[in-house]
Each structure stands twice: as structure tokens, then as C-alpha cells.
């Protein structure tokens, strides 16, 4: 049962375009949703994340919008740059405090390539 | 920048040896993880520790165990590596970041059994 759907695969957009990419959850114990950008040959790193008692962040050129009600949120990456060209993870964990597992579940994966 | 590594990088091997994937982190983290993710595919968790003498499995089953003796060592071993175990497996750690626990991955090992 895949806990968190991410859509779409793959994303080609020009320099300066906007991507967009969506997750939809049906875990509502997930309380924390970080994405996570990976280059080849590299682990993932935490790109941004939020929690459900906020609709959006923002930090730079990315954006993370939150729907609650409808257990979704998308990244969106401002005027981006070929350099941005990367698979983006969302992913989800629940709380628990300081003894809950804080495992992620990921989804799976959005390769995205901008051209120039 | 996560002070986390993993060795080797890259590893390839015979059906039926022994293998060991190293990793270790030096921010003193109690948490740590380990994923398996075939290339450009979701990450599965194979095995988790919240400190020392403290391990457990994940969501996705694997043959290989893990042990963690310290709080900065995480090694994985499979006793006998077979085709099925080609894959990348990442590690990872989870602390304080603002006010939120992030996990912090490291470069990741590539296994192919031959």
C-alpha cells in the first residue's frame, strides 16, 4: 500500500518556468512533510518541508503549498534554472514526540529536467 | 552539510559472499536509518535504530541485519549476497534542525551481485 502518491514521473519545462509537483497522502497521522531533492550519484537532501497547520511555505524559489482537508501538497519551484534538474522526493512521517519513529515514507519520485 | 558517510561507494561482488556496508555520522544523532532504492525509484526502509542496542526492521523486508554498537556506527551485512540485493542503499540520521527533526543522508552504496 503506497502511503504517500507523487505525481507526475517526469517533468520537462523550459529555464524560468514554473514546475509543479503533487503529493497526495492517507496517512492523517502524518504530521511533517519535507520534500528532498537528489542528483545523481547522491543521496537526497532536504529541500523544504512543512507542517499541516501552515497552507504555505516558502524559501528561496520553492514553495510548498498545503491542502489538509484534501491530504495533498505540491512543490513549486519559481523561475527555474537548469541546475534544478534533479529526481524531488516528497515525503511524510507521523508524530510521536521524541520516541515515534520519525521514519519517512517517500513517494516516488519526480525526475525533472529543465532546459535551457 | 550532514557530516554522514557510507563506504564503499561502490561495491560489486559474487553470489553467496559475505558483504558489510559501513556508515557512520559524527553529529551524534540517535536516530539512524537505512533505505534501499533502486535507481531513480522511491526509497524503502529496510531497517531503523533509535540508539545503541536498538535496532528494528522496516517496512520493506530484507535479508540483511544491522547492528548498532555505537551511537556513531550503523553497519548493514547481508551473511550471503545474492542477484536480488543489486540496489543502492542509503543511510541516514535524523536530529534537531530548527526546531524540526530532519534526516540527513549520506552519499548512498551501489551493490551489484553478479
Known amino acids: 500500500q503506497q502511503q504517500v502518491k507523487q505525481s507526475p514521473q517526469s517533468l520537462i519545462v523550459q529555464k524560468g518556468g514554473i514546475p509543479i509537483i503533487n503529493c497526495a497522502y492517507e496517512n492523517t497521522a502524518f504530521d511533517y512533510f519535507p520534500w528532498y531533492q537528489q542528483f545523481p550519484g547522491k543521496g537526497p537532501a532536504l529541500l523544504i518541508a512543512?507542517?499541516?497547520?501552515?497552507s504555505e511555505k516558502k524559501e528561496g524559489r520553492f514553495t510548498i503549498s498545503f491542502n489538509k482537508s484534501a491530504k495533498q501538497f505540491s512543490l513549486h519551484i519559481m523561475d527555474s534554472q537548469p541546475g534544478d534538474s534533479a529526481t524531488y522526493f516528497c515525503a511524510a512521517s507521523p508524530g510521536g514526540g521524541d520516541t515515534g519513529r520519525r521514519a519517512l515514507t517517500f513517494g516516488s519520485g519526480t525526475r525533472l529536467q529543465v532546459q535551457p | 552539510e550532514a557530516d554522514i558517510y557510507q563506504t564503499p561507494r561502490y561495491l560489486v561482488i559474487g553470489t553467496g559472499k559475505k558483504i558489510t556496508l559501513e556508515c557512520s555520522q559524527t553529529m551524534g544523532h540517535d536516530k539512524m536509518y537505512w533505505y534501499q532504492q533502486d535507481p531513480g525509484m522511491e526509497l524503502h526502509l529496510i531497517h531503523y535504530s533509535y540508539g545503541v542496542n536498538s535496532t528494528e526492521k522496516g517496512d520493506l523486508s530484507s535479508e540483511s541485519t544491522v547492528s548498532r554498537i555505537r551511537t556513531e556506527h550503523f553497519p548493514l551485512t547481508l551473511e550471503s549476497a545474492r542477484p536480488s540485493h543489486t540496489s543502492q542503499y542509503l543511510c541516514?540520521?535524523?536530529?534537531?534542525?530548527?526546531?524540526?527533526?530532519?534526516?540527513?543522508f549520506g552519499p548512498g552504496t551501489r551493490l551489484l551481485v553478479l
Open positions: 512543512i507542517r499541516p497547520d501552515v
Open positions: 541516514a540520521s535524523s536530529g534537531r534542525l530548527a526546531g524540526e527533526e530532519t534526516q540527513y
